[in-house]
């Protein structure tokens, strides 16, 4: 099974800050079929469900303000909120599809400091 | 809109059985893979188990494998989870989410609200 791993578990940051999350596969979801690597993004904040924010690892859902984005290939994989908002306060999940079981990593949440 | 909603959680003795549904409405049902996802009280998300459009291919986790069996009537629009030999650590909201394309195998964008599902003597 592919392990996939975040970091941090928990990070603090400033009203407007940059917030960086990372996210590690034990190994590459990059798909030689479509070209594409199979990483997604989620942000489920308390007492709701998750919600799609990114996946192929750097496509944004429709809805998603431009200040998520992701990157990275292969392994490795970033989420980066630019400039965060009070309403970005959740806990956010990566997860990979590229073969079963779609592990997805501890979470990392992210509060105002 | 894509709707999802889970029913039939509830309290279960240890090594008992319980079956949960998600009724779908909003999508073309039987063209879309279907995936029970879960979240133990205060922990992160953890797949369970998938299911082909046709039903043809499932998929489990380890942790559930042997125990759990997935299904799903596209007649009534709704996807199953027969859960027995229940244990404490299977406790957890449990939340179906369709995938974002017809017939494959990749990423979430709908999900459900859940079904509260608690092993307890």
């Known amino acids: 099974d592919i392990v996939v791993t975040q970091s941090p578990d928990s990070l603090a940051v400033s009203l407007g800050e940059r917030a960086t999350i990372n996210c590690k596969s034990t190994q590459s979801v990059f798909s030689s079929s479509n070209n594409k690597n199979c990483l997604a993004w989620y942000q489920q904040k308390p007492g709701q469900p998750p919600k799609l924010l990114i996946f192929w690892a750097s496509t944004r859902e429709s809805g998603v303000p431009d200040r998520f984005s992701g990157s990275g290939s292969g392994t490795d994989f970033t989420l980066t909120i630019s400039s965060l908002q009070a309403e970005d306060v959740a806990v956010y999940y990566c997860?990979?599809?590229?073969?079963?079981?779609?592990?997805f990593g501890g979470g990392t949440k992210v509060e105002i400091k | 809109e894509v709707q999802l909603l889970e029913s039939g959680g509830g309290l279960v003795q240890p090594g008992g059985s319980l079956r949960i549904a998600c009724a779908a409405s909003?999508?073309?049902?039987?063209?879309?893979?279907m995936t029970w996802v879960r979240q133990a009280p205060g922990k992160g998300l953890e797949w369970v188990s998938a299911i082909s459009d046709s039903a043809a291919i499932t998929y489990y986790a380890d942790s559930v494998k042997g125990r759990f069996t997935i299904s799903r009537d596209n007649s009534k629009n709704t996807l199953y989870l027969q859960m027995s030999s229940l244990r404490a650590e299977d406790t957890a909201l449990y939340y179906c989410a369709k995938d974002a394309y017809s017939s494959r195998w990749y990423y979430f964008d709908s999900w459900g609200q859940g079904t509260l599902v608690t092993v307890s003597s």
């Open positions: 997860q990979q599809y590229y073969t079963t079981p779609f592990t």
């Open positions: 909003g999508f073309t049902f039987n063209t879309y893979t």
